[in-house]
């Protein structure tokens, strides 16, 4: 089991790279990275995995799908920075989040509506939204309720809203 430095900094080096590179790194490219064992490398990846709802592989493969905010495989949500698209978004929530990781750069997302395929375009701008077309277009979760609402203690709760 991998001690909590070693986790912080696989977790450092995996969202670094894609950051970088706009993909996750293949476990024996993080080894080489971090200059650890390939296999300490892919068990410090699978423990943070295990430990996380937004960190998977593809399965039955060592291929990381996810590494929330981002999507290493290809999404309808595409990101562009600085006018240069190698980035995807896992879901349209996630998407936005990923401004944050490109500070004081302006971050396009261009995706399509999952029900009527029309498109939605936002731009961001360290976490904050600059511009959003259609200027009524709402996010939606897709996760039952209460797996949304107990990991912030909101017993009972019908709804939720995000402004």
């Known amino acids: 089991m ?27 490219e993080l080894a080489s990275l971090l200059g650890i064992t390939p296999d300490a490398a892919k068990e410090t990846l699978h423990e943070l995995a295990d430990t996380s709802s937004s960190t998977w592989f593809i399965p039955e493969t060592e291929y990381m799908q996810v ?20 980035w995807f978004g896992l879901c349209g929530p996630e998407a936005f989040a990923v401004s944050w990781l490109f500070p004081g ?10 029900d009527c395929a029309e498109p939605v375009n936002a731009i961001m701008k360290d976490g904050v939204l600059t511009a959003l077309d259609p200027a009524d277009a709402v996010a939606v979760l897709t996760v039952p309720l209460d797996q949304i609402i107990t990991p912030f203690n909101l017993d ?7 402004s």
């Open 105 to 114: 750069k302006e971050t396009r997302i261009n995706s399509r509506c999952l």
């Open 67 to 86: 590494w929330a905010p981002f999507s290493n495989v290809p999404t309808q949500h595409a990101i562009t920075v600085e006018g240069e698209q190698k």
């Open 156 to 162: 009972g709760a019908r709804s939720l809203a995000f």
């Open 2 to 28: 991998a001690d909590d430095a070693l986790k912080s900094r696989v977790f450092h080096e995996v969202t670094t790279h894609f950051v970088e590179h706009g993909r996750a790194p293949h476990y024996t």
